[in-house]
């Protein structure tokens, strides 16, 4: 069985039905699926998703995108039950839709958030590593253990080493099986398979291949044959202890 650890399909506007993408992902051995928010409105929808349709978990978090319109509130819809895990949260000074300075500020308030109430964290962080790594440690220096993944990573290998040394999953996704970049490419090989977790990031990113269609979590299987074929090792191998990790990390 697998699981998609990061997915969008409870947004309003994921163009594929919604019983058939379920049943696609169940007909593809995908047994549960994480609904990710993005933002406030995000966020409570993922939660009444997750309350509707068996096999599927709500994050909730304010994307650094749209820090700029507010966190807060996350505060009190962290009261419903059954919500997983904090996210996406992070840094992305790639786009900078939100100024760097709010970014941070919203960052430390939802590590502190997730702190409190003991859960995961999904981070988003996107050419911001060096304001990343500072902003971690010190909660990791005051004693907080923080449990996450780097969600989509695509970075380097040195922040790769810097996210394994302070014991964070590395989220991959169909990126993962079409990208033409040597680095990348040996980046993704070299990921030890005890800390990897699979991804769709459905509607996005749709892994080969079905680049040109609309993402969805079925298509998780298929990142996991792709590395699966790249280690060297059995699919089944790549399933459970990947889906392991998922249910370490995410208490599932």
């Not at 509130?73 to 992305?92: M, Q, R, S």
């Not at 253990?145 to 040195?158: A, E, K, M, P, Y």
Request: with cysteine; net charge negative.
């Amino acid at each position: 069985m697998l699981i998609d650890t990061h997915c969008h399909i409870h947004e309003s506007d994921y163009p594929l039905d919604i019983e058939t993408t379920l049943k696609n992902a169940k007909d593809s051995d995908v047994s549960e699926l994480l609904c990710v928010g993005t933002n406030i409105d995000s966020s409570i929808r993922a939660i009444a998703f997750a309350k509707d349709y068996s096999g599927t978990h709500a994050t909730i978090g304010v994307h650094p995108h749209d820090t700029k319109d507010g966190w807060e509130e996350l505060a009190d819809i962290i009261k419903t039950n059954g919500i997983v895990a904090i996210g996406e949260i992070g840094l992305d000074y790639f786009y900078n839709h939100s100024d760097r300075k709010t970014q941070i500020k919203a960052l430390k308030w939802q590590i502190e958030l997730a702190v409190k109430n003991n859960l995961p964290i999904v981070f988003h962080v996107r050419d911001a590593f060096d304001d990343f790594w500072p902003i971690l440690d010190t909660f990791q220096t005051a004693g907080h253990q923080i449990r996450g993944v780097l969600h989509s990573f695509t970075d380097n290998q040195q922040n790769l080493e810097e996210g394994l040394k302070r014991g964070l999953y590395i989220g991959v996704n169909g990126i993962s099986t079409f990208t033409k970049d040597k680095a990348q490419q040996e980046l993704f090989a070299s990921i030890p398979l005890a800390s990897l977790l699979l991804e769709t990031d459905a509607p996005f990113l749709t892994p080969a291949p079905f680049r040109g269609q609309t993402n969805e979590p079925a298509f998780v299987k298929n990142i996991a044959e792709y590395h699966a074929k790249v280690r060297g090792i059995s699919f089944e191998e790549v399933c459970n202890v990947t889906t392991a990790n998922a249910r370490a990390l995410f208490g599932l």
